[in-house]
């Protein structure tokens, strides 16, 4: 039987829960409550363990920070004995409008460090992820601040349609398979 691995990327730590950088965090939680399951701490993070119309998945949050995700990811991908294909990163994008996803098979790291040190642990860019749209309404040298920001007030009311919407896709991964939930979700 298939076994999934669904990962949100984000930093540990109360000064940086609601931030952009954390909408991993937020997605695969609101993954958790809709599912009905907890977290518990294990090894390199927060793990939650269900089935999902019979299959095997496990939401990873890593406790690494962000720049060492791909220490966690290869540590469950063995753990669990997962392909990659049957991965689901979900992580912020900056360039995309807030809101927006972006569902891709494979893909560079686009500059994101998250993704990077996954690719470099995992030796392959050839894993499915979702990218959430956080904006760039930054000015130039300002990025590191605006991804550790905190959301706008438009956008924290836009935010649980947006988190109901990804974690959704998330599930659809697992039963529909990629290219369905692609289809179903990007630009969406």
């Known amino acids: 039987m298939q076994k999934f691995l669904i990962i949100g990327l984000g930093n540990i730590g109360d000064k940086y829960e609601h931030t952009r950088h954390n909408i991993g965090f937020k997605i695969v939680d609101r993954v958790a409550e809709k599912v009905n399951v907890n977290f518990g701490s294990s090894n390199f993070g927060q793990i ?98 605006y991804v550790l920001g905190g959301w706008t007030a438009e956008e924290e009311q836009l935010l649980n349609e947006r988190l109901n919407h990804c974690a959704d896709a998330a599930l659809s991964f697992v039963f529909a398979g990629l290219n369905n939930t692609m289809n179903q979700y990007n630009g969406k």
């Open 48 to 145: 939650a363990q269900f089935k999902f119309k019979g299959r095997p998945v496990t939401l990873l949050k890593p406790n690494t920070y962000m720049n060492l995700s791909g220490d966690a990811v290869k540590f469950w991908l063995k753990k669990e004995n997962i392909s990659p294909e049957n991965i689901f990163v979900i992580t912020d994008d900056l360039n995309l409008p807030f809101g927006s996803i972006r569902i891709r098979s494979k893909g560079s790291d686009g500059g994101h460090n998250g993704l990077k040190d996954i690719q470099n642990k995992i030796q392959t860019q050839a894993y499915p992820r979702l990218r959430f749209g956080v904006g760039n309404e930054f000015l130039k040298g300002q990025q590191a601040d």
